[in-house]
């Protein structure tokens, strides 16, 4: 079992900026997507961004992008959230996710979860 451990949130203004790091039990990435979901209050867990697991490369969700980056480290096995530009609706609890051979942004098809770090973003 893979274990996955999230940190890095907290209690920020509107347009400051917030990294998270995603550390998981195992040697290296290989052969794992890294992907970020949030989960708001009464809504439902929605894909953030992830680092694909054949090289790493990101993607994001429409919500985010050109504001956040997503980055890992394969040595190391750590993943990077970097937040910029934080708004208010951006407040969630945020989940760092693994999948084996797996491209994409349907939370069921990850099978490691972290048990989220909380992002809130004041106004």
């Known amino acids: 079992q893979v274990q996955v451990v999230e940190s890095g949130g907290g209690l920020v203004q509107a347009g400051g900026s917030l990294t998270l790091s995603c550390e998981a039990s195992?040697?290296?990435?290989?052969?794992?997507?890294v992907a970020w979901f949030r989960q708001a209050p009464g809504k439902e867990r929605e894909f953030v961004a992830g680092?694909?697991?054949?090289?790493?490369?990101?993607y994001y969700g429409d919500s985010v992008k050109g504001r956040f980056t997503a980055s890992r480290d394969n040595a190391k096995a750590l993943a990077y959230l970097q937040m910029n530009s934080l708004k208010p609706e951006d407040t969630a609890l945020y989940f760092c996710a693994l999948s084996p051979y797996y491209m994409g942004r349907e939370p069921k098809r990850y099978n490691y979860w972290g048990q989220g770090t909380q992002v809130t973003v004041s106004s």
């Open positions: 195992v040697r290296t990435w290989w052969p794992y997507t």
């Open positions: 680092t694909e697991y054949h090289d790493g490369s990101p």
